[in-house]
C-alpha cells in the first residue's frame, strides 16, 4: 500500500503544471567528461587580447518558430513593463483585453512583468537589455515564455543605478547584451550588487601581474569619467555608448569582424553556430546555438560584448590554443540544477569548480538545445 500510493505521488508532482525545479548531486565517482555535439572548432580570429573560435557544424536545427526578445519587442508582439503598471493589452484574435496584472503596489528592481502576444514561443537569453521604465534591466536567465501564455513575472537586473523615475513603463528593445562580466554576475552568480559593481568596474576577471601585460583601455578610471561626463545613472548603454568608451569599442569590433569573416566565408557544408573566446592565454566563455541562423541574429550583440570585455581587461602576449579550444568544450561533471516548464523548456546548470554550464533545452516542436552557454567563472 505505502509502495502505491508514493507511486502515485510521484506520478501527480511529474504531471503537476507549472515549474519543476530539480537538484542533482554529482555522481561519487566521476564520469570522464565528454566532447559535445558534432561541432568543428576552426582556427583562432585574433586580434589584440581576444582569440574567437568558430565553432561549425554540417547539421542544423529549423528553430524559425522562435521569436527572439530584439523581434517582438520592435514589432509590438511583446511587452515588458514595470510590475504593478496599469495597462490593458489586446491579443490578436481576442475579444477581451488582457490586464497587465497588478502584482503588489508598485514597481520593482528585480522584477517586471511580460506578455508575448506573438503565435511564437519567445526566446530570452541572459544578459540581453531592455531600456525604459523606472531603470534599464537585462534579463537574469534564458527561459522560453509559450504562445499565449499568462502575464509572466520576469526576474531580471538592474544596470542602471541611479535612475528610479520615467515617462512611460514599458521597456524597447536595445539591441545590446552585456559583456561577459555583468552577464555572468546576473546568469550565475545572481547578485544585484556584484551586478552594479561590473558595469562600473569593466572586468571582473583577476587582473594580470605578468611583466608583458599592458594596461586595459577601458580602465576603471576611464569608465569612472565616463560615468562623470556621460552616464551620471550609469545606465549600461550609456556607459558603453558614450563617446569616451563607445568609440574603441566600434573600432575593435570593426576589426575582429572583418577578421571573422573572412576566416568563415569559404565554408562547404558547414555553418557557424557558435563560438569560443579566450581572452590572452585563457578559455573564457563561449555561447553555441541549436543554427546557425540563429547565431547570426545574436551575433553582432554578441561580438560588441566579448570586444567590451577584452577592451576591460589587460592585453596579454600569449593566445590560446586550438587544443585549448576544444578541451573547454567537454562537459563538465559537478552539481546540477535543472527547472522546467512541462511541454515549453527545460534549463539546466552544471557548476564544476570555475567552470558554469548552462543549457536551454526547448521541449516544443521537438527536443533540442537552443542555447549552450559555458564560461570560466571570474568570482
Known sequence: MQRSLFAVIIAAIATFGGLAFVWAAPHPHKIPSRPE?????????????????????????????????????????????????????????????????????????????????SKRPLLLLAGELVSGGKQDRIIGKDRIVPVGAEPLPLDVFCVEHGRWTGNSSEFS???????????????????????????????TARLSTAPSARAAQLSPGVLAEAITTEAPTQSYRKIYESARVGG????????????????????????????????GGEVAWSDIFASSDLFHQYWSKLLRSYAVEALARPTLRETASSDDAREFLRRPNGREVQETEAGVYRW?????????????DALQPKTMTLHRLLLHRTS
Open 37 to 117: 555535439g558534432d561541432w568543428r572548432i576552426l582556427d583562432p580570429v585574433a586580434y589584440e587580447n581576444i582569440a574567437i573560435f568558430p565553432v561549425v557544424s554540417g547539421s542544423s536545427q529549423d528553430t524559425s518558430s522562435f521569436l527572439t526578445l530584439e523581434e517582438g519587442l520592435a514589432s509590438g508582439e511583446v511587452i515588458v513593463s514595470e510590475r504593478g503598471a496599469a495597462g490593458m493589452v489586446r491579443n490578436r484574435g481576442q475579444v477581451r483585453p488582457h490586464a497587465t496584472p497588478q502584482y503588489d503596489s508598485g514597481a520593482s528592481v528585480n522584477q517586471l512583468v511580460l506578455i508575448n502576444r
Open 173 to 203: 528593445a536595445s539591441k545590446t547584451i552585456v559583456h561577459p562580466s555583468v552577464r555572468e554576475q546576473a546568469a550565475v552568480e545572481q547578485k544585484q550588487a556584484e551586478v552594479w559593481n561590473a558595469v562600473a568596474g569593466g572586468s
Open 348 to 360: 539546466r546548470e552544471i557548476t564544476d569548480g570555475h567552470l558554469a554550464l548552462i543549457e536551454l
Open 248 to 279: 574603441s569599442v566600434d573600432s575593435f569590433v570593426d576589426q575582429v569582424q572583418r577578421r571573422f569573416a573572412r576566416a568563415t566565408s569559404g565554408l562547404k557544408g558547414e555553418r557557424v553556430v557558435g563560438v569560443i573566446v579566450a581572452y
